[in-house]
């Protein structure tokens, strides 16, 4: 069974860079078959697509975000990480971690909520 | 405001069954695969259908997924309490180069 986990700090500082890992059990983030996913969604909000990294290293970003959004992977750890900078109060929400299966969001992590606050 | 349309509540008797809407356009629905997700309180969401009608292993046949030109619609049947969530649609826009969702349905079963 696949399963994703998220990790990282709870809160940040207004302007400071946001750093997320997912860390993959169950499959490979090296797998031609899948990309690997990060979404938010604010409190009592929908949700929002930031972006996607395929094991190559090919990314794609929301473009609402590209400025500030890096997504990475590191296929020796099984994991890829979240960078998001100069962080905001609207930036609080949600971050969820997701395996794609280029039509479907098929496995989620818990998700971890990211607060932002001096 | 959300490149998907969806109802932002719907409510059915237990036992009953309920439709849940999705209008894209073109750019989205009309030309790639439409997903539909279930939240539940507290929880992560959960993939219920993928490529338009399909159900993932584990998801009961109560759950159905259709689409016609630019919307899809979402079925469940024999509504139970459990089912109370929000339900969410999703594909990709090929203009946005982005994923996109719907706004989020509230079912309540009463």
């Known amino acids: 069974q696949v399963q994703l986990q998220e990790s990282g700090p709870g809160l940040v500082k207004p302007s400071e860079t946001l750093s997320l890992t997912c860390t993959v059990s169950g499959g490979s983030v090296s797998s031609d078959l899948y990309y690997w996913t990060w979404i938010r969604q604010p409190p009592g909000k929908g949700l929002e697509w930031i972006g996607y990294?395929?094991?190559?290293?090919?990314?794609n970003y929301n473009p609402s975000l590209q400025s500030r959004v890096t997504i990475s992977v590191d296929t020796s750890k099984n994991q890829f990480s979240l960078k998001l900078s100069s962080m905001t109060a609207a930036d609080t929400a949600v971050y969820y971690c997701?395996?794609?299966?280029?039509?479907?969001?098929?496995?989620w992590g818990q998700g971890t909520l990211v607060t932002v606050s001096s | 405001q959300s490149v998907l349309t969806q109802p932002p509540s719907v409510s059915a008797a237990p036992g009953q069954k309920v439709t849940i809407s999705c209008s894209g356009s073109s750019s989205n629905i009309g030309n790639n695969y439409v997903s539909w997700y279930q939240q539940l309180p507290g929880t992560a969401p959960k993939l219920l259908i993928h490529?338009?009608?399909e159900r993932p292993s584990g998801i009961p046949d109560r759950f159905s997924g259709s689409k016609s030109g630019t919307s899809a619609t979402l079925g469940i049947t024999g509504l139970q309490t459990g089912d109370e969530a929000d339900y969410y649609c999703?594909?990709?826009?090929?203009?946005?180069?982005?994923?996109?969702f719907g706004g989020g349905t509230k079912l309540t079963v009463v």
């Open positions: 490529d338009n009608n």
């Open positions: 990294i395929y094991h190559s290293g090919s990314t």
């Open positions: 999703g594909t990709w826009d090929s203009s946005l180069s982005v994923g996109v």
């Open positions: 997701a395996r794609e299966s280029y039509t479907a969001l098929d496995y």
